[in-house]
């Protein structure tokens, strides 16, 4: 990769290098720079994101910068995480292209990716969690996109030779990797800067957190789980601010953090955010609405999933 490309962007010097890119100036077509409209509308930890419009039609643009972009430039980042979530989109979309976004165009000097976008009314599923909106195909769509990508990734379905072909394309995301098992396997049980809770009222807590061995044991133990089983190419990341959801719709985006481990790591990430979404229920109800329907449709999305 040339890195001496990389060049910073904006919402107007995009609309430049969209019109200077063929596959991307062919979707546009003849409108003019004026009639491109481009908003950021970025939310998450890592990345850049852009939603371009025009009046016959629209897509996404995400880019990765050098940094965590929730933290800043103090704490540094590969951009080359872009190339590793194109991959993934593109391999995890072969198998389920119901539930996976397609990529439209990569430029890995510049880190950034052309992809469809979700239109509204799809949102972030935790956002709608949070709101009570309940989601009765949710279960059964992302049970699916796990089973396929899942499935077709491991030696359940790929010769020996296949999959440490597909192994060794992966193996490059270590950073990534260093990522999860820091926030995930380590810094909750210890005392780290980046740790949060609500103060002084939970500090026994996190406390019994921190001294408890036989935890840490079995913690150590999926950290050791995490760093060395290759079964299939998991999301690595498939949390519900990884999914986008409609009442019919369910759409898995956000693999940067995508690489060859363990399937159970997708599997329980997503349960247990389901979990604590249930859990949180009644702390997000009122008098009015005490959410007894939307945590009884989160419990069957756990016992179906």
């Known amino acids: ?34 009639e491109i409209t481009v908003r950021e509308v970025g939310d998450g930890n890592l990345n850049f994101v852009y939603i371009v ?47 996976v976004p397609d990529v439209y165009y990569f430029d890995r000097a510049m880190a950034l990716f052309a992809m469809r976008y979700l239109e509204p009314p799809h949102i972030i599923l935790r956002k709608g969690l949070i709101a009570g909106v309940e989601y009765p195909l949710l279960a059964e769509h992302i049970s699916d996109y796990m089973a396929k990508t899942l499935f077709h990734t491991s030696l359940l379905y790929l010769s020996t030779t296949e999959h440490k072909a597909e192994i060794a394309r992966f193996c490059s995301n270590v950073e990534m990797c260093r990522l999860t098992e820091q926030v995930i396997f380590s810094d909750p049980y210890m005392l780290a800067p980046n740790n949060h809770w609500t103060s002084p009222y939970l500090d026994e807590d996190a406390k019994l ?64 955010n389901l979990i604590l979404a249930f859990f949180s229920q009644d702390g997000h109800g009122n008098y009015e609405n005490q959410r007894q329907a939307s945590a009884g449709t989160i419990n069957n999305g756990l016992s179906n999933s």
């Open 1 to 34: 990769m040339d890195s001496d490309k990389f060049s910073s962007l904006d919402e107007t010097t995009l609309v430049d290098y969209i019109k200077s890119v063929p596959a991307l100036a062919e979707r546009v077509g003849n409108y003019t720079a004026e």
């Open 209 to 272: 957190v921190r001294e408890d061995n036989q935890l840490k044991m079995e913690v150590a133990e999926l950290k050791s789980k995490f760093c060395e089983k290759t079964q299939a190419l998991i999301h690595g990341d498939l949390h519900t601010g990884s999914v986008m959801v409609t009442s019919s719709s369910t759409q898995v985006i956000d693999p940067e953090f995508a690489f060859y481990g363990p399937m159970g790591f997708d599997i329980g990430a997503f349960i247990g």
């Open 53 to 99: 419009t025009w009046p016959q039609g629209s897509f996404v643009i995400k880019r990765a910068v050098p940094y965590i972009r929730c933290i800043g430039e103090s704490w540094l980042m590969t951009k080359e995480r872009a190339y590793f979530e194109v991959t993934a989109l593109k391999e995890h979309g072969k198998f389920c292209p119901e539930h």
